[in-house]
Every structure is written in C-alpha cells, then in structure tokens.
C-alpha cells in the first residue's frame, strides 16, 4: 500500500492530540501520501481529564510524515454549531480543492450518565456533535465530489453495536445513530463512486483508560481491561490500520458495513 493514497485529499476531523485516534489516522494517511487537511478543537480537550496539545506541534509532527508533493492544512471548528459540518467542508476545499475523503473522527466526551441522570441538554449537546455535524459534513463533501475514482467516507460508531454503554447514554444514542445509517446513506454515496463504511474502534486507550487522566474510577478500568483477551487496551494505530485499508484501492470492495476492531474484546 506504498504511496496508495498519492494524489489523493483527505479531511480527518478531532486531529487535537497526539494519543488520539484522529492523530493515528492522519499518520498513516501521510505515510501513504494523501494530502491532509486536519480538524481540531483543542477547547473540547482542554475541559477533559487528559487535557489538550499543542495544536502547532500536533500540526508540525504530521507535516514531517508528508510524502514528496503532498500537502496539509487545519482549521480549529466547533462542531457542535449549526454549520459546522458546513464550514468543515468549505474550508478543506478553499485550503486544497477538491476533497477525495472525509474521515468523521471527532466526539464529544463528558456530560453523560445513566438514563436516570440523562438531560434533554446532555443528549442534544452529543446529537449535535457526534450525529449532526458529522452527516451534515458528509452531505457537503458529496456535493462537491466529482465522481472520480476513490471517494470515501469513513464514520465512527462505539461498542453500542454489541453490548451495552449503561453510563454513557447520551453517546451511546448519538454513536448508535451513525450506524444505523449507514446503509441507508452508503446506498445513497455509492452512486456518487462514494463509499461509505463505519468502523467501531473498540476500548482504545487515548488517555481515558489511563488512572492518571481515567474518565471513570480505576475499579472500571480493571474491569474493562479484564474482557480484553490480549491483556491490553487498544492503541490509537489499531483501528487507524482498517480505516487506512478502507481509504485505500484495497478496501474498494466494502461498502456499507459497521465494522468492529476490537481485539476479540468480550462484554460478558
């Protein structure tokens, strides 16, 4: 898969911090000689457990993974605005032109609970983020698509597709929304020479599952940490490995499908 994405443009949004899924992504998306145009909200970050990065040096790390002729760009964009889906699309495209893929990475954590704790606030501000912008951002990126060989379209789901989330709620409904989409938007794209595929990344470790920066007390991590049949967490590069195969010609023959990258993670 040497240079398999030369020429090609690619959008990878929550690219703000250096252990995160996002950051994996892009990686391998230069390593492959796509051209980058890289999302972020450090704010998001800043309020969490794990804390933010340094934008210019996240921006300058995935520069130096460029290959010869490709090119990045960035833009710091809340999501969670009406048209921020919008925005995204329009200024990848002003930054590079035309725009090949879009990789909807981006979440909203915290500000969640058990059904019995919920609030018609939590759910929307996670509606907003996780649902809407991320189907408003992929109409936009049809619109300007011009048929060629190679759009893509990748959307992340969670474990609520095998398994429930108790205490995430609000994340759960708006994660498990992108997956039951998919077909029904896949079928839509595929006209376009778009493909659509969402990719449920597992229990990876970005700093949440670490005791020092955990979201949840260290009994939770334990516990999690005992379905994993490996012994460990996830890293951020296990799922950016399937979504880099996707992206490319190879993965040309998957259209539609909510895939699990788990590492044989069992819930029960």
Not at 73 to 92: S, Y
Not at 168 to 197: C, F, M, P, Q
């Amino acid at each position: 898969m040497e240079s398999s994405l030369a020429g090609r443009t690619i959008v990878v949004t929550g690219v703000s911090r250096r252990r995160g899924i996002g950051y994996a992504v892009a990686s391998r998306l230069a390593g492959l000689g796509a051209s980058l145009f890289l999302h972020h909200y450090a704010p998001h970050d800043a309020e969490q457990p794990w804390g933010a990065d340094s934008i210019d040096d996240v921006v300058a790390s995935l520069r130096g993974r460029l290959r010869d002729g490709a090119t990045l760009a960035h833009a710091g964009i809340d999501l969670a605005r009406h048209d921020g889906g919008e925005q995204l699309i329009a200024e990848a495209r002003s930054a590079l032109g035309h725009l090949d893929g879009l990789v909807c990475n981006h979440a909203k954590s915290g500000g969640d609970g058990r059904l019995d704790e919920i609030t018609w606030e939590d759910l929307d501000a996670h509606w907003q983020v996780n649902t809407r912008s991320t189907v408003l951002a992929t109409k936009h990126f049809a619109e300007q698509h011009d048929g060629r060989k190679g759009g893509r379209v990748i959307w992340m789901t969670s474990g609520q597709v095998a398994g429930p989330m108790t205490g995430e709620i609000a994340y759960a409904a708006s994660k498990a929304a992108l997956a039951g989409l998919t077909a029904s938007v896949a079928d839509h794209l595929v006209d376009r020479r778009i493909l659509l595929n969402t990719v449920n990344p597992g229990p990876v470790n970005t700093g949440y599952l670490d005791d020092a920066t955990a979201d949840r007390p260290p009994e939770t991590l334990q516990e999690v940490l005992a379905h994993c049949p490996s012994g460990r967490f996830g890293e951020p590069d296990d799922p950016a490995r399937l979504i880099a195969w996707l992206l490319s010609d190879e993965g040309r023959w998957m259209v539609g499908q909510v895939l699990s990258t788990e590492g044989g993670f069992r819930r029960w």
